[in-house]
């Protein structure tokens, strides 16, 4: 029986351990050194909040794994050798393997900030991290974070939820603009600003300083200003965890590297997920793609490939989402923050601001190419059927309706969306 | 698995409160206090002769401070999804306070069902707003009525608060308030004030098992004018003709959400403990045999009724009669009233209406075969986080579908749509929509061809 090794018992890992029991019977052990069952990651800011427990944060029954014949082991992977085909535990437990997927996942960056390993300073990215939170947040009278990325923004809310209050650096002039249009990002920054954030725009890190006790005791910026704190949350983004595939023979650049089928350059070993990097046939730049929902469909993808129905990974509409405190985020399609060429953008928002929509189009055959929501619900079919058959911004605006989302009895916007578009024309 | 928990779930509420309480927050917790300690004095009889005074220093004085409490809580954060530190307070996570409450409500429904003349002080408190209503002297009912109405009023202020921002869960929220204060506590007390039988419009057969018991049909028919006609041809037309029609066009949310007064309970006074149900799926096997269960009780013991009183009494003798005894010492008082309520703090608000419920367990069959209702799940959006699943009152594994795309049609759901407020992807919707469409291709198989 051929005998499927998994590395990471992320959303990528599990996904694709599951679509290959549903299709083979071959033996499948996931190892992961993190913890001994998959869990959320997404949801580990609401165990910290007491919104859930981490035993809720498991998607399956603990019965469900040797229920589907998933083996999971527990461990950290001294070595994989792949002329021999075998990997090997810390513990000395040794796995051969006929085909294996490293799914390890991603790591904090660090951008070699003086003091960026003091105790008391910290990123949130796995469980191990959430442990070290709580013993990192007892007893601290304010906390700096630093990044103003997706996990910056819920490390604020997870600290306040606990009364700390939080200095906020973003480099960048407003929350996230290098990825959201200038219109959305002043929204969310005045969101973070209304929840009592120390929100600084524009302000870079310099170092983060030791007290006495050799833990953090302020942070200063690059305006020289020293933010006295306990804690210190780096969240600057992530990069693929290829640690182990670079002693391994794997080919790796910032991820590791594999084509649109999710090989690697080793027949019979594998990558996905947020630590790999896929280079596409047809020659366009690398990407590496570090969402939940990429991760899920990677994984639906190799797994058959890996059963014999060799799939290119492909991604669809691209779409997105989070929550920014109250404030709920959809993205379909092709938005930048800055006005490509060729591309116009119709904006419309709420007058009591919390609530917007752009709709990016061609600015010529009046194409839609993207949408952006804040505030409103969309529905995602419809969102990525609106993009896919090239429909009119006209059209969309016309039959918004059919993409609302809400809760019933919801107000609705569509009126004033397309009042506003029709005034301006 | 590691049993990691938050340290601060060691040791509730101390390690890390909450916001700390603002100070007419403390006065509304003192208020109400000092209600509760006048209503244990009163049960020493010392309210006896001046009870309008008792009755407002002891329950008048707890609902105001319960509401100076509640009320503040509208400035205190920007409207949102506020479930932080749920899972860390002793009253919602199963510590002492919890056990404390539970032990307090089940003996008041010991007490209420078994020992009813031990309540008599309280109830003669009530004596003039029963006057008032009624005409007539209060009983240990509408002592128990009142608890249950100021309960339903007190918490679903609360709850219009909680979900400011959530239109769904406020016009819900108002509509179980209007159905207890009205068709359950106001218009049967005006019924009495006419001379007329106690009727409660807004239940019906089988959960209120006794209106199509003959002993009761018999006695509304035989009432003068023609309100018991009425009362009857009502309660058999709510069973046998709006539960079906309803549902197959709202799901039963129609009742269990937005009417009824058990869930009417269970959505103000139970909604801080709704993350408390069982989820697994050994708990939905034993749903599935209890409920079910007992709606063939339910079933047997009116059939057994009809018959043997279509025979005078020959068929079975007194057999079905004690049937309907235990029917209701079993069922109507144990399971719905002691375990129901009383266990609200330990295992979630809705026991009843998930294990016990007949009247729930035909509106499930209606709503899983014959219905427009299902929970859309929003694509491929689900980060699998398992809010909606903790938040679901009926224990139902909502994340389960919603990771696979899939929408949810489940027999026990009552349409609350907790789980669509709490999601923080916006990937759950409650709708109502052409049968044909409901049990849709799931994610697994239908995003990647």
Redesign the interface.
């Known amino acids: 029986m051929q005998h499927l090794v998994i590395i990471g018992n992320g959303?990528t890992g599990i996904t694709t351990a599951r679509?290959v029991r549903?299709r083979s019977d071959m033996k499948i052990t996931v190892i992961s050194n993190e913890?001994?069952?998959f869990f959320?990651r997404?949801?580990l800011m609401?165990?910290?909040?007491?919104?859930?427990?981490?035993e809720?944060?498991?998607?399956y029954?603990?019965?469900f794994w040797p229920k589907n014949r998933i083996e999971l082991v527990r461990g950290t992977l001294t070595e994989l050798n792949t002329g021999e085909k075998f990997v090997r535990l810390e513990d000395g437990q040794m796995f051969r393997y006929d085909k294996l997927v490293i799914a390890t996942g991603s790591q904090t960056n660090k951008f070699n900030w003086p003091g960026q390993d003091l105790p008391g300073v910290q990123g949130l990215y796995s469980?191990q991290d959430l442990?070290l939170l709580?013993?990192n947040s007892?007893g601290v009278s304010r906390a700096v974070i630093v990044g103003g990325g997706l996990i910056g923004i819920e490390l604020a809310e997870m600290l306040l939820?606990?009364?700390i209050p939080v200095t906020f650096l973003v480099r960048e002039n407003y929350y996230w603009d290098n990825v959201l249009p200038r219109e959305e990002a002043r929204l969310i920054s005045r969101h973070v600003l209304?929840?009592g954030i120390d929100l600084r725009l524009h302000t870079n890190l310099k170092e983060i300083l030791p007290g006495e006790n050799g833990r953090v005791r302020a942070a200063v910026t690059e305006f020289g200003e020293e933010i006295p704190c306990q804690l210190v949350g780096l969240t600057p983004g992530v990069h693929p965890n290829i640690d182990l595939a670079k002693k391994s023979g794997v080919a790796v650049n910032r991820g590791v590297l594999v084509n649109e089928y999710l090989e690697t350059n080793i027949p019979g070993v594998y990558a996905a997920g947020d630590c790999a990097e896929i280079v596409a046939e047809d020659g366009g730049p690398a990407r590496i793609e570090q969402l939940?929902?990429t991760g899920?469909?990677q994984g639906?993808?190799l797994a058959?490939t890996i059963c014999g129905e060799r799939?290119r990974y492909?991604r669809?509409v691209w779409?997105n989402?989070?929550?920014f405190?109250?404030l709920?985020y959809?993205t379909y399609g092709f938005v930048s923050n800055e006005p490509r060429e060729g591309e116009s953008s119709f904006y419309w928002e709420d007058p009591g601001g919390k609530r917007c929509l752009r709709l990016v189009y061609r600015t010529g055959s009046r194409e839609l190419v993207g949408i952006n929501v804040f505030g409103i619900?969309?529905?995602?079919?419809v969102c990525?059927r609106w993009i896919r058959e090239k429909r009119s911004l006209e059209y969309v605006l016309e039959h918004l309706r059919e993409a609302n989302?809400?809760?019933?009895?919801?107000?609705r916007f569509e009126p004033e969306i397309l009042r506003q578009h029709r005034l301006a024309m | 698995?590691?049993t990691?928990?938050?340290?601060?779930?060691l040791a509730p509420h101390s390690?890390?409160?909450?916001?700390p309480l603002r100070r007419i927050q403390k006065t509304g917790l003192a208020i109400f206090a000092a209600g509760l300690l006048m209503l244990a004095v009163s049960l020493t009889g010392a309210g006896h002769s001046r009870p309008l005074l008792f009755f407002l220093l002891s329950i008048g004085l707890a609902t105001a401070g319960a509401l100076i409490y509640i009320l503040p809580q509208v400035k205190e954060d920007?409207?949102?999804?506020r479930?932080?530190?749920?899972?860390?307070?002793g009253m919602t996570a199963r510590g002492a306070p919890a056990w404390l409450t539970a032990a307090i409500l089940t003996g008041f429904y010991v007490l209420l069902y078994w020992f009813p003349q031990t309540l008599y002080p309280w109830v003669r408190l009530t004596d003039p707003l029963s006057n008032l209503l009624s005409g007539r002297p209060a009983d240990h009912w509408f002592l128990y009525g009142t608890f249950y109405t100021l309960a339903v009023l007190v918490m679903g202020v609360r709850m219009l608060i909680r979900y400011r921002?959530?239109?769904?869960q406020l016009?819900r929220t108002l509509s179980v308030m209007f159905f207890q204060l009205g068709f359950a506590y106001l218009i049967p007390a005006f019924l009495k004030a006419l001379n007329q039988p106690e009727f409660y419009f807004s239940y019906f057969w089988p959960l209120k098992y006794d209106y199509l018991f003959p002993n009761d049909v018999k006695r509304l028919l035989a009432q003068p004018g023609g309100l018991g006609v009425f009362m009857v041809f009502w309660g058999a037309a709510m069973s046998f003709i709006a539960v079906p029609v309803l549902t197959y066009f709202f799901g039963k949310r129609w009742y269990c959400s937005w009417v009824c007064g058990c869930g009417g309970l269970a959505e103000t006074l139970g909604d801080p403990y709704r993350h408390l149900s069982d989820?697994?799926?050994k708990a939905w096997k034993i749903e599935r045999y209890l409920i079910h269960g007992v709606l063939v009780f339910v079933v047997l013991t009116t059939a057994l009724l009809w018959i043997n009183s279509a025979g005078e009494g020959r068929f079975f003798g007194s057999l079905s009669g004690a049937f309907a005894c235990w029917y209701g010492f079993l069922i109507g008082a144990m399971f719905s009233g002691v375990i129901g309520v009383g266990f609200y703090p330990l295992m979630g608000s809705r026991v009843w209406c998930r294990f016990g419920c007949p009247l729930a367990a035909i509106l499930g069959i209606v709503q899983k075969y014959f219905s427009r209702f299902r929970i859309?799940t929003?694509?491929?959006?689900c980060?699998?986080?398992?809010?909606c699943?903790?938040y679901c009152e009926m224990g139902i594994d909502v994340?389960?579908y919603a990771?696979r795309g899939q929408n949810i049609i489940r027999a026990s759901c009552v349409g609350c749509?907790v789980c669509?407020?709490?999601c923080?992807?916006?990937v759950l919707?409650?709708?109502n929509a052409a049968p044909g469409e409901r049990y849709n291709v799931t994610l697994?198989d239908s995003?990647?061809k």
């Open positions: 959303i679509q549903k913890t001994d069952y959320s997404t949801a609401y165990v910290f909040m007491g919104h859930l427990r981490f809720q944060t498991k998607p029954e603990d019965w469980y442990q709580e013993e007892r939820s606990r009364n209304e929840h939940w929902y899920r469909l639906q993808a058959k799939t492909q669809g779409f989402s989070a929550k405190f109250d709920e959809q619900r969309l529905r995602q079919q990525e989302f809400d809760p019933e009895f919801f107000r | 698995m590691q990691f928990q938050p340290a601060a779930l390690s890390h409160g909450g916001k920007p409207p949102g999804i479930n932080n530190h749920i899972f860390f307070r921002h959530n239109r769904y016009i989820k697994s799926l859309t929003n694509g491929g959006q980060i699998s986080c398992g809010n699943s903790t994340r389960w990771q749509g669509a407020a709490v923080p992807r916006g919707k409650l709708e697994e995003l990647l």
